[in-house]
Structure formats: structure tokens, C-alpha cells
Nanobody, 124 residues
Framework: QVQLVESGGGLVQAGGSLRLSCAAS????????MGWFRQAPGKEREVVAAITWSGGGTNYADSVKGRFVISRDNAKNTVYLQMNSLKSEDTAVYYC?????????????????WGQGTQVTVSS
């Protein structure tokens, strides 16, 4: 059973940066497409960024393009989300997800495994 554990969330001022990490175990991480999603109170879960199995392809939500960067280290079974120029509207619980498809999928239904989430709060 694949397990995903997120870390790196916290409280940060607007304009600041955070780096989220997601450590995977129990499965062939290097074959999975990986994604970061977020859910704010009262809102639906939405994709933030996704990356192909090799790291050669990425997709981003329009709201984070130019500010967030997704990357992965297959040797460490870890995917990262570098978040810069944070805004109050980035406040949400951030989830890491793994897809048995190798693509950088943006639809949550294409993901098979999910982490428990990490809270990111941006104060204005």
C-alpha cells in the first residue's frame, strides 16, 4: 500500500515562501505521476501542480504559475512544491497525490493515493 506523508506547511506572511515535501513509501514511486492539490474552507479541492513520472513534464494551475514550482527526486521518493510570493488566497490544506498513470494529470479522479494533507496559512 502506497503511503504519502506531507510536511513543510505552516504559517507565513504574504510575500513569503514555503517548501512542501511529500515522502512516498510502499510503491514504485518513480513510475507514478504526482500532484499537489489544495482545499480551502468552503471550497472544492483543486489542482495546484502536477509532474510526470520522470519530472520531464509539469502542469500548473493558472493561479500559481510563475510563483510555484513542482519537482521530484526519484532517488529519495519525494516530490516537492516550492511556493514563492505567497498570497492570502493560497491559504488551504495542501495534499500530495500519486497516480499510476505516468502523466502530470490535473484531474483529481486520476489519482490513486492521497496523503493526509498539510496546512498552509498565509497572513496578510
Amino acid at each position: 500500500q502506497v503511503q504519502l506523508v506531507e510536511s513543510g506547511g505552516g504559517l507565513v506572511q504574504a510575500g513569503g515562501s514555503l517548501r512542501l515535501s511529500c515522502a512516498a513509501s510502499g510503491g514504485p514511486f518513480s513510475t507514478y505521476g504526482m500532484g499537489w492539490f489544495r482545499q480551502a474552507p468552503g471550497k472544492e479541492r483543486e489542482v495546484v501542480a502536477a509532474i510526470t513520472w520522470s519530472g520531464g513534464g509539469t502542469n500548473y494551475a493558472d493561479s500559481v504559475k510563475g510563483r510555484f514550482v513542482i519537482s521530484r527526486d526519484n532517488a529519495k521518493n519525494t516530490v516537492y512544491l516550492q511556493m514563492n510570493s505567497l498570497k492570502s488566497e493560497d491559504t488551504a490544506v495542501y495534499y500530495c497525490a500519486a497516480s499510476r498513470l505516468r502523466m502530470a494529470a490535473v484531474q483529481s479522479r486520476l489519482y490513486d493515493y492521497w496523503g493526509q494533507g498539510t496546512q498552509v496559512t498565509v497572513s496578510s
